[in-house]
């Protein structure tokens, strides 16, 4: 069974900083675009970034310049670095993944969500 675990949430002020990693594990024959999305209260969930397994990265506009998304591959993990962080910032925080199974059938699979807090 794949499992996503991110860690690296929080409290963090207007103007900081914060890094998040996702963690995957489990049989995979093949990991491709990894992800984080997150959802504020009475919002719908959207997309913060991606990055393909080539490294090639999209980024929601509201973010861009501020946060970076990079993977390490040998680790099966995908980081999130948050700088310039602003109240609106502030949500639920979901890791990521599309892959092939040992099966070779395409899935994709969530992590539980991490708390991000950005106060004014």
């Known amino acids: 069974q794949v499992q996503l675990v991110e860690s690296g949430g929080g409290l963090v002020q207007t103007g900081g900083s914060l890094t998040l990693s996702c963690a995957v594990s489990?049989?995979?024959?093949?990991?491709?675009?990894m992800g984080w999305y997150r959802q504020a209260p009475g919002k719908q969930r959207e997309m913060v970034a991606t990055i393909t397994s080539g490294g090639s990265t999209n980024y929601a506009y509201s973010v861009l310049g501020r946060f970076t998304i990079s993977r390490d591959s040998a680790k099966n993990t995908v980081y999130l670095q948050m700088n310039s962080l602003k109240p609106e910032d502030t949500a639920v925080y979901y890791c990521?993944?599309?892959?092939?199974?040992?099966?070779?059938?395409?899935?994709?699979?969530w992590g539980q969500g991490i708390q991000v807090t950005v106060s004014s």
């Open positions: 489990g049989r995979i024959l093949r990991s491709d675009v």
């Open positions: 990521n993944l599309q892959y092939l199974t040992d099966s070779w059938y395409p899935s994709g699979a």
